[in-house]
């Protein structure tokens, strides 16, 4: 069974690590924090898929820290590495921040960083 880590200490923000990036991967840092990533998002009561870049095989580009989404994500992907994907599960008040899961008793995304630099061509800025 896949470990879970608490990644706030209070059960804010739950990480299980679907599968491991390579050990020399890179991973977002202070000097690089653009990401591109590949996500779905989940109601967790019924397991409904909110949103997607699986879709369209679109890409969500970022920058980590700025506040361009929901704190969770904040969180989870500075943990990450490239091409390592991750399932995350949040706390009700960062499930309230999405309008499509504010119904939800919680929501869980699964994403998969792509590329450490974001170019520009995904949906965020």
């Given at each position: 069974?896949?470990?879970?880590?608490?990644?706030?200490?209070?059960?804010?923000?739950?990480?299980?690590?679907?599968?491991?990036?390579?050990?020399?991967?890179?991973?977002?840092?202070d000097s690089l924090p653009l990401v591109d990533v590949h996500y779905e998002g989940t109601l967790a009561e019924n397991g409904e898929v909110f949103d997607t870049t699986h879709e369209d095989n679109s890409i969500f580009s970022f920058e980590i820290g700025q506040g361009a989404v929901i704190k969770a994500w904040d969180i989870a992907l500075r943990t990450m590495k490239k091409q390592r994907e991750?399932?995350?599960?949040?706390?009700?008040?960062?499930k309230k921040k999405r309008e499509e899961a504010k119904a939800a008793a919680a929501a869980r995304v699964q994403a998969k960083l792509d590329a450490k630099k974001g170019k520009g061509k995904g949906k965020g800025k």
């Open positions: 069974m896949a470990e879970v880590a608490d990644l706030t200490g209070d059960g804010g923000v739950l990480k299980t690590v679907v599968r491991k990036a390579k050990d020399d991967a890179i991973a977002p840092t991750l399932a995350a599960a949040t706390k009700e008040e960062e």
